[in-house]
């Protein structure tokens, strides 16, 4: 089974065919399946990200013919373009630089605003966004991401090494309207993660078409859409990207 | 090109960011220290996050589960090898150690009647009572507590896709193994190396059981790197021998080799291991520890009467067939370890599933129980028996699976998620003192070694390739040194370290520093190598079987033996590989009266279970299904999506 990989040393990209030659009969191999044999034999250097193999730790995360995949839970087909994550910056081969997103919420989830009687129940929709295995596969096609990159660079440009994207994503709302939901945070602690979500630039939510998650959560309606309803008309009237 | 050295300046370096490093973080910056997380993966990403999610909680259930018990627990489960004084601090802060995840965000179902988390009324294997609580999206909603507990604070910075390589030590005038003062770390996404001047370092950073990838279902991660850099500033490891070996873990299809599927509780109250020849080989499963699981396959295995990938059946058919029962049953396989099922599911054949056929397993590396010697405090020590601080590593600090000592020869499920904390935060609270209170200059000789060494493998052009050897040691372990040994495997196991030491001179690695992954392989290399040595070192010092230890050639450890841990400081070998010297350090035993009574206690488990197997089914039925009513508690709803669900991705759910 012929596979194209791309890799980048050096910031040089090429593609290269890497020929899979399946352990069993009649195997359906995963993505992470083909790049852990590549680099055991004729590619022993090839960077990427893998951990648990059982779609767990959200890190082996690539682009498979240009949409995002989780490497170690996704069949891989004849032919298929295995690529890093085009909306990060290329660190080597298939790895990108991630920590541009969780740096944006460095001090924006302040423990002093958790209430101290922790013997209370989170509703249905908390547990639904703990689902989340921060893949960043909803990273893809979102227009308040791409506002990082909108200086016209091609490739994804590095985020502010101290604090990270200036604009977020659905992983980031995600995290603050997991705040929100916590009955244990005060009501001083929501207030700020929707201020949070606002300065993030919420504004490019309006009107969009609403993000994907890559393990499924409902993220157009559990946070894009509480989030929207409750900052309401404290959202910038013209919001650019509205309605594209 | 030569790489660039940046220089920083901090009073704690923590390794590691799973439950133990978060924890360990947290504590020290509540303490006023300035604080360096430094990662590999991604935040968070961690053993801690793919986890079942299972905690121990004390007191959950019951009233009758003291401190003493649960200490007792986990020292005649771990044959009387953990030190008591451990024990003893993880039965004290157990449930403050849980509540600190809770803290962060994680949030449990409440058992109203007694006002805390709620624990299922059923006991784990080697627990005598009930204290295990479940989650929604298990180890991922942990995670997300210690991301936040990282990412909320000002006070802590972090640096993740960072490989901590080596710890600065000035040595000590008499011999003794000195102090820290910083540590090396390759920081891959920016291609540099920072040198970190800290007088305190706790390691944080996992377990070893990538030394028998792909047979383990831990994160790639656990490549031992805390272990051999503690080793090679001259800290001692203890139980090194001890490995734990998940009996249940998959042997086929071939990408889900080593996962988990299932505890000795999966087997519930009618499940029995089985050889090739369906002859039974273990039963009263549920009650089993790991390790007696896990010792059956390999003996059965070694008298050739394993399955056609070297494991044996798990058959649990005997629980699904009961018309009444049986739906109770695939109920608590479906609840009660959540992720470990839906990998059978999307693993198995459909018969399988509906435990309609028996499971193929195999056992696989799961934890590490040996590790960094360390006090109740989690500060490194050395000596005799018990140790000191005086005669430790000055400085190093060690919590979770990087430390060792508490578990001893075997881990019971669901402790290590509340150790992590329990230790953690007694490490981060000790490092942030220690640095408060040390006034040493500035050492910055010691760093000049370490950076000679991590900068000299840029631009080597050998013919080796660091990934291959890698490949090569690990399946070497788990043929020598994995669930089954012999005097002569150990033996082995030397030889081959010998060779892989000498060829890894000879490695090819680019000269790029940007996210060098030839490197990096390099650098995981070298900690397996030197902590393959240890294990073997311990091994041969650990005479009998006991726990995860299984010699195939020697009996098992008899029960009036004096208990012994093993000890093990490296010094450096040929190759650069370390050699280890083996000591034992005395344990106490569990004083009779209490030993006698748990194991009363578990003799009448086990015989009630025996007795429950002989009635026919017509009886049996309503008993069992009153059971499960019991255990499962109320119902309730799932979460629409669960990490690993099949739903969840998108290749497989098309199929
Ligand atoms: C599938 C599975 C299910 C489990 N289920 C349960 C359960 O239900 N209950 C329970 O109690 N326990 C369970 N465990 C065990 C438990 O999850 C782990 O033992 C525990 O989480 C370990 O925590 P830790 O903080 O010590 O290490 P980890 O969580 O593994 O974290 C280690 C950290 O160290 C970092 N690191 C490693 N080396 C370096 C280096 N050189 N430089 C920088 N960083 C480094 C890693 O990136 C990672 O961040 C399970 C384990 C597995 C694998
Ligand atoms: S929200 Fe979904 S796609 Fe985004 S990081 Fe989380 S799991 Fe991945
Ligand atoms: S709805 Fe908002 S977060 Fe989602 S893709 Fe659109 S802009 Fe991004
Ligand atoms: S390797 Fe962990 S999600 Fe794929």
């Known amino acids: 089974m012929k596979i194209n990989i791309v890799t980048t040393r050096n910031g040089v990209r090429e593609t290269v065919a890497y020929d899979y030659r399946p352990r069993q009969e009649g195997e359906r191999p995963m993505i992470l399946d083909v790049l852990l044999q590549a680099q055991a034999t004729t590619l022993p250097d090839l960077a990427f990200r893998y951990g648990c193999r059982a779609r767990n730790c959200g890190v082996c995360t690539v682009d498979v013919n240009g949409r995002p995949r989780i490497a170690c839970r996704a069949r891989v087909r004849e032919g298929d373009r295995v690529e890093p994550l085009a909306t990060l910056p290329v660190l080597a081969d298939l790895v990108v630089r991630r920590d541009g997103i969780a740096r944006q919420l460095q001090g924006r989830l302040s423990a002093d605003q958790r209430a101290p009687d922790l013997n209370e129940e989170a509703p249905e929709t908390y547990h639904a966004l703990t689902a989340c295995i921060e893949c960043y596969a909803c990273l893809d096609g979102c227009p308040m991401h791409a506002r990082n990159f909108a200086d016209g660079a091609d490739d994804a440009a590095a985020p502010d090494a101290a604090t990270g994207y200036r604009w977020g994503n659905p992983f980031s709302l995600l995290k603050l309207q997991l705040l929100r939901l916590d009955p244990c945070v005060t009501e001083d602690g929501r207030r700020a993660a929707l201020d949070a979500a606002v300065d993030l630039g919420l504004d490019a939510c309006v009107g969009c078409k609403g993000c994907k998650c890559g393990v499924g959560i409902d993220l157009k309606g559990g946070v894009v859409g509480e989030l929207l309803a409750a900052a309401g008309d404290r959202l910038p009237a013209s919001a650019e990207e509205s309605g594209a | ?655």
């Open chain 2, 1 to 655: 090109m030569a790489i660039e050295i940046e220089w920083r300046d901090y009073d704690v370096i923590v390794v590691g960011s799973g439950g133990a490093g978060s924890a360990a973080a947290d504590a020290a910056a509540a303490e006023g220290a300035r604080v360096l997380v430094v990662s590999k993966d991604p935040i968070a990403c961690s053993d801690t996050k793919i986890s079942e999610g299972n905690a121990t909680v004390r007191a959950s259930v019951s009233d009758a589960d003291t401190e003493q018990e649960l200490s007792d627990n986990l020292r005649v489960s771990g044959a009387d090898l953990p030190l008591p004084a451990l024990t003893e601090a993880y039965a004290k802060d157990s449930r403050a150690g849980y509540d600190w995840y809770r803290a962060h965000g994680l949030r449990p179902k409440i058992n109203q009647e007694r006002q805390g988390p709620y624990a299922r009324p059923l006991a784990k294997g080697g627990h005598t009572v009930a204290r295990s609580v479940g989650h929604k999206n298990a180890g991922v909603a942990f995670s997300h507590a210690g991301w936040d507990a990282v990412i909320e604070s000002t006070a802590i910075d972090y640096l993740e896709d960072a490989w901590f390589l080596d710890l600065a030590v000035e040595p000590a005038a008499d011999g003794a193994p000195g102090r820290v003062v910083g540590g090396l770390v390759y920081h891959a996404a920016a291609g540099v190396l920072v040198a970190v001047r800290a007088p305190a370092v706790v390691m944080a950073s996992g377990g070893l059981n990538t030394l028998y990838f792909p047979k383990t279902d831990t994160m790639r991660g656990n490549t031992g790197d805390g272990y051999a850099a503690a080793a090679r500033a001259g800290a001692d490891l203890v139980d090194m021998e001890q490995v734990q070996f998940l009996p249940f873990c998959l042997t086929a299809p071939a990408s889900y080799e080593g996962l988990l599927v299932g505890e000795p509780s999966t087997a519930s109250f009618l499940g029995v291991l089985r050889d090739r020849d369906g002859k039974v080989i273990l039963d009263g499963v549920y009650l089993r520890t790991r390790a007696e699981c896990s010792a059956a396959i390999m003996r059965a295995v070694a008298d050739g009467r394993g399955t056609a990938n070297g494991g044996a059946y798990l058959d649990l058919t005997a629980n699904a067939r009961l018309p009444r029962s049986g739906k109770g049953f695939m109920r608590y396989l479906e609840t009660s370890m959540p992720s470990a099922y839906r990998t059978a599911r999307q693993a198995l054949a459909k018969d399988a599933v509906r435990c309609e056929t028996a499971w193929e397993v195999r056992p696989a590396a799961h934890y590490t129980m040996g590790g960094i010697r360390v006090d109740a405090t989690g500060a490194s020590v050395g000596g005799p028996d018990d140790g000191t601080t005086a005669a430790g590593l000055s400085g190093l600090f060690a919590a979770g699976q990087a430390m060792g000592g508490v578990f001893g020869a075997n881990r019971l499920g669901s402790t290590a998620l509340t150790e992590n904390v329990v230790f953690g935060l007694r490490a981060g609270r000790g490092a942030a003192h220690l640095a408060r209170t040390r006034n040493a200059p500035p050492a910055d000789d010691a760093f000049r070694p370490l950076i000679a060494a991590a900068t000299a493998p840029f631009g080597r052009a050998g013919d080796q390739a660091p990934a291959h050897l890698k490949l090569e040691l690990q399946q070497a372990a788990w043929d020598c040194i994995g669930p089954a040994r012999t005097a002569a495997s150990l033996d082995r196991m030397d030889g081959v370290i010998d060779d892989l030491a000498q060829r890894a001179a000879a490695v090819s690695i680019p000269e790029y520093t940007l996210w060098n992954q030839a490197f990096i392989e390099w650098v995981e290399l070298r900690s397996l190598l030197d902590v393959a040595r240890a294990v073997t070192a311990a091994a041969r010092e650990r005479t009998a079987s006991v726990g995860g230890h299984v010699r195939l050639d020697r009996p098992a450890v008899s029960i009036l033996a004096q208990p012994y841990s093993t000890v093990v400081r490296g010094r450096p070998g040929p190759g650069g590989v370390l050699n280890f010297v083996a000591e034992r350090a005395r344990r106490p035993r569990t004083p009779t009266a209490r030993l006698a009574a748990m194991r009363l206690k578990d003799a009448w488990r086990k015989a009630q279970a025996k007795a429950l197997g002989l009635l026919p089914p017509r009886l049996l039925d309503p008993i069992l299904d009153r059971r499960y009513q019991a255990i499962l508690g109320p119902q309730d709803a799932a979460p629409p999506v669960t990490p690993g669900s099949p739903a969840a991705a998108v290749a497989d759910a098309a199929e």
